[in-house]
Structures are given as structure tokens and as C-alpha cells.
């Protein structure tokens, strides 16, 4: 199917309402993605016609919704391009899905000083999760700079790479600066000193290639909402290896095989990291987002989002005095600034009542910040549906609000 | 001296003039502009009250059983916000200001459109001059 903007925007039913009396200019889609009405459906659908606890159901419905989950599982297997359902775990999203690597990969596998190397690009979702398992288990966290166009310093990690790194995680986009950075390179990197690594997609799998065996990801992580999915889903894909040699993260139902006094043994993966009554009706509501984006070609969706978005550096370019932040040599879906004399909280204030959403502070990523030497920035994030209009808006809003700041 | 009641419906009545948002953050803003300058010796650590997005120097004395504060913002709007709240609180008896009920907020509906007025630091400004009335009001300050 073509790409038709304007057929495209209409599937979105929120897009089309107004935001303190002026029409929705909605650009803060690195933090959430808005929904199709399809994604829409199939949540009001579960619930409607479906509802009901999954795998151990003896009862129609039950099995009405166990098939409908698993076959989500394998929707989402096929986008990432797994080898295997198994090797999809469901989690609540991105963070939770690093959180049970650096659990589980490190009670198994990282031993006191043995190393973990993350980057200064990353969400503190990529970040806290590593430093906090380094403390519990002895080992050092190292960290790769980026320069000043907002790119990975690839000779430092070059050379923090050792034969005592057991993993490197990083962000394929970063949240902050939209820099892409060079994963099939940084993995094979990562590979030849015999480290795992872990891709945070969550800011890349919705905007550029998302193969995981083309990447060669030992993990990769994303989360349902910034894909046109609902909130509280995530994904974790990891390679069979690795997730058959890692304890389970959590205790409890679904996650066992056989519970008595003196011995617990553990569900085959995925079930085994899947503890609980998962969330049934988030997978099914990723998988219509993830159909939803089957209908269109991908390359095409990217190219009209990579249009839109040259056009948005060229027009907040042309204001005087707005300094943006990342000139990375690849660059996706995120235009990260700053106006000199201007407090990021009053542009996105005095956007916000012109119907503009961006989103402004620090992005919950502090060590970026402190690189950039500034508090925080004004973020304007793009999706499929967005258009050169939205940027004509954006732009406009600004400069009204430069005004009304005396500028 | 007026009460905190009679500014604060003095100051509902200010943005009754103004139907527009943006012409009411104009005013916030202008407000924020006005303020007198905060003494460099008063921009200290210890006067920091942090919201997430921006940050408040708040400088806080106790005479005679009143609260004065002088603030200041990097933010213009934050500012505003807390010249605000200097009109209100500001020269006031301490006891009053414990038992002040900020309506203002609200009848503005300053409440409603600055959603994230957790983020922008104001409520932490609220706690700070309550607390520091608290103080005043027990001689601990």
C-alpha cells in the first residue's frame, strides 16, 4: 500500500482532536506513539467478546485468548525476524525487560571483576539497571563517551573492551539526540572480545531495521506504546542460548514445571521469565500495532518520516538563536533543542497552549545532559503520521512564544 | 496590610480580565519580569527548592511572628508563578499563612492547565513557605 498521510492520520482517531481550542500538533512520540483505531478494536474486542486467564484454561474461551496471545508472540517474533516464539518474552516494557537481563544474566554470569560496559547515550533505563548489578555482584561499569556531534566514541570502546567485559549494553537510537548508532558494527565488536550484548530498541524498532538476526542481538528490548501499541507490554527477545543458561527472574505461577517442599524446577522459556498472570490482552494489542505497520511498506514509511524530519531541521534551523543538539552522523525521528536564553519548561509551556506536545527536561538521561552542559532541552519526536505541517506549526508556536518571552 | 484572602481574590479577579491562556502566561510571565532582582548572596545552595524542570531560589525571614520571602526562577513562567505567591504569602503573619486555604489556584484554573505543576516545582514551593511558617510560628526560626 502507498503511503497516503492524510488517509494515514485519519486511522488515528486522537489526531484529530483539538488541545486548549487550537487542533493537536502532536510531537512527543519518542515518549508515547498514539493508537490506530485497530489497536483500539482489538483491545475493545478482547474484552468484549474473549476475556479470560490464558494456558491453563479448560474452557473455550480460555483458549480463545491463549491463541490470540501466543499468536501475537509469534506476530512479534516475525517483525524482529526471531528464530523462535520461545525466544519472545513478554515483559511491562523496555526497562523491565533490561532489568531481568542484568538480573538474571548477571546472577549467572558476571562474576567480581568482571566488567559491563554501557554508553553516555543511554536512557537511564540502560544505565541504573547495569550499575546497580555491577554493585550486587563486584563488578566495574565502564562507560563510552559521545563526542560532540553526538556520536559513540567507537576507539574508547575499542579499547574498553576486554577479555572481562561479559556484556555491552546499548541503545540502537538514543531518546535524547535521535544519534543511530552503528549496532551491526558495535555488536561484532562487542562479539570479538567475547561479550554478549544488549540492544535497547526501544527508540529504533518503530523508526529503522529491526532484524535481529541481521544484528546478531544477544538481547534486544522494546516496549509496545512507542510502537503504536498499548502501554504496559514490552518485548525481550534473547537468544535461545542465553535464556535456557539464565535463572528465572521471578517466582510464581506459570513460571514453574514442578513445585514441591523440597525442590522447585523451572517452565521451559519463555514461560520460565514470564511469572504470573501475564498481561493477555497487551501482546494482542502490539500485534494489531505491528499489523498495522505490515500494511504499509516499511522503507516507504521511513523515507516520508526521514522527509519530515530533514524538513524540521532545516525550518527550527532558520530561528534565531535555536541551537540544535544533534548533528550524529545517522540521525532518526528526533530533534533535540534549546533557544539561547530561554528555559526549555517556558518554550514547552507556551507550546503547549498553542496545541503543540513536545516534550521538555532532561529525558531521563542526566549524563547526557551534564555532557551537553545544559539542564535539559526541548524534544520534538516524530511518527509515521506526522507531516511537514506538523513542523509548519511547531515553528510557528515557537516563534509566537519567543515573543511572548520578550525574544 | 491586606489579608491573604482579599490578594487572592484580587488576584482571581486580575485573571478574570484575561480569558486567554496566552494572554494569561503573558501576564505570569511579565509578573516573573517585574520581580526585584534576588540578591546574588541569596541564590545559595540552601535557598534551592527543586522542582524537575526548574529551579527556585527561595530566601525565607521570621520577624515578629511574620513570614517574608524573596524567590527567583530560571524559568520565566516558574517566576511568575512564584511572584504569585510572594503577593500572597509575603509580609503576612505566620499563623495566617498555616492556615491559608490557596484558592486562588484553582479559581484561576492555574491548577488545571499547568499539569505539571508537580514537575515545575510550585508545590514544593507551597510546602517550603508552609513549613518555614511553621517554624516562625514555633520560635524555631
Known amino acids: 500500500m502507498a503511503i497516503n498521510i492524510e488517509k494515514i492520520r485519519e486511522d488515528f482517531p486522537i489526531l484529530s482532536r483539538s488541545v486548549n481550542g487550537k487542533p493537536l500538533t502532536y510531537l512527543d512520540n519518542a515518549a508515547t506513539t498514539q493508537k490506530p483505531q485497530t489497536v483500539i478494536d482489538a483491545i475493545v474486542d478482547y474484552y468484549t467478546n474473549y476475556n479470560s486467564n490464558i494456558h491453563r484454561g479448560t474452557h473455550h474461551l480460555s483458549n480463545l485468548a491463549t491463541e490470540a496471545h501466543e499468536a501475537a508472540r509469534n506476530t512479534i517474533k516475525d517483525y524482529i525476524n526471531a528464530r523462535h516464539d520461545r525466544e519472545i518474552i513478554f515483559t511491562r516494557g523496555t526497562t523491565e525487560a533490561i532489568n531481568l537481563v542484568a538480573s538474571s544474566f548477571g546472577q549467572a554470569f558476571i562474576k567480581p571483576g568482571d566488567e559491563v560496559i554501557v554508553t553516555e547515550l543511554e536512557h537511564h533505563s540502560n544505565f541504573v539497571p547495569w550499575q546497580m548489578i555491577c554493585e550486587r555482584q563486584g563488578a566495574h561499569f565502564r562507560v563510552v563517551p559521545f563526542d560532540e556531534n553526538g556520536d559513540l566514541q567507537l576507539d574508547v570502546l575499542e579499547k574498553l573492551l576486554s577479555d572481562r567485559t561479559r556484556i555491552l549494553a546499548f541503545n540502537h537510537v538514543s531518546n535524547s539526540l535521535g544519534t543511530v548508532n552503528p549496532a551491526k558494527e558495535i555488536i561484532k565488536m562487542a562479539h570479538d572480545a567475547g561479550a554478549a550484548v544488549l540492544v535497547d530498541a526501544a527508540q529504533s524498532v518503530q523508526h529503522i531495521e529491526h532484524d535481529v538476526q541481521d544484528l546478531d542481538a544477544d538481547f534486544y528490548a522494546f516496549s509496545g506504546h512507542k510502537i503504536y501499541g498499548p502501554t504496559g507490554i514490552g518485548v525481550l527477545y534473547g537468544k535461545e542460548k542465553w535464556l535456557d543458561a539464565m535463572p528465572p527472574y521471578q517466582g510464581g505461577g506459570e513460571m514453574i514445571d514442578q513445585v514441591s517442599v523440597e525442590k522447585t524446577t523451572y517452565n521451559k522459556i519463555p514461560f520460565k521469565f514470564e511469572a504470573g498472570t501475564p498481561n493477555i490482552v497487551g501482546p494482542i494489542g502490539l500485534a494489531a500495532a505491528i499489523d498495522y505497520i505490515n500494511n504499509f511498506n516499511f522503507d516507504e514509511l521511513i523515507a516520508h518520516e526521514d522527509d519530515v524530519l530533514q524538513y524540521g531541521f532545516e525550518k527550527l534551523g532558520e530561528i534565531d538563536g535555536l541551537k540544535i543538539y544533534s548533528q550524529a552522523k545517522r540521525h532518526t525521528s528526533i530533534i533535540a533543542f534549546n533557544v539561547e536564553g530561554i528555559h526549555h519548561y517556558d518554550l514547552g509551556t507556551l507550546l503547549d497552549t498553542q496545541g503543540v506536545a513536545v516534550r521538555t527536561g532532561h529525558h531521563c538521561t542526566q549524563p547526557i545532559m551534564t555532557a551537553l552542559g545544559v539542564e535539559g532541552t526541548v524534544r520534538a519526536s516524530l511518527a509515521l503520521y506526522n507531516t511537514k505541517a506538523d513542523i509548519d506549526s511547531l515553528v510557528a508556536a515557537i516563534r509566537k512564544a519567543l515573543k511572548m518571552l520578550g525574544k | ?141
Open chain 2, 1 to 141: 496590610m491586606a489579608s491573604i484572602q482579599e490578594i487572592q481574590n484580587s488576584i482571581i479577579e486580575d485573571f478574570s480580565f484575561l480569558p486567554e491562556w496566552d494572554e494569561r502566561y503573558a501576564y505570569l510571565i511579565e509578573l516573573g519580569q517585574k520581580m526585584d532582582p534576588l540578591p546574588e548572596a541569596y541564590r545559595s545552595e540552601a535557598n534551592i527548592v527543586r522542582g524537575c524542570q526548574s529551579t527556585v531560589w527561595l530566601h525565607r525571614e521570621c520577624q515578629e511572628d511574620k513570614v517574608y520571602f524573596k524567590a527567583d526562577s530560571d524559568s520565566l513562567i516558574v517566576k511568575g508563578l512564584a511572584a504569585l505567591l510572594m503577593q500572597v504569602f509575603s509580609g503576612q503573619p505566620a499563623e495566617q499563612v498555616l492556615k491559608a486555604d490557596l484558592t486562588f489556584f484553582e479559581e484561576t484554573g492555574l491548577n488545571k492547565h499547568l499539569s505539571s505543576q508537580r514537575t515545575n516545582g510550585l508545590i514544593a514551593m507551597i510546602e517550603e513557605i508552609q513549613s518555614f511558617a511553621a517554624k516562625c510560628k514555633n520560635g524555631e526560626v
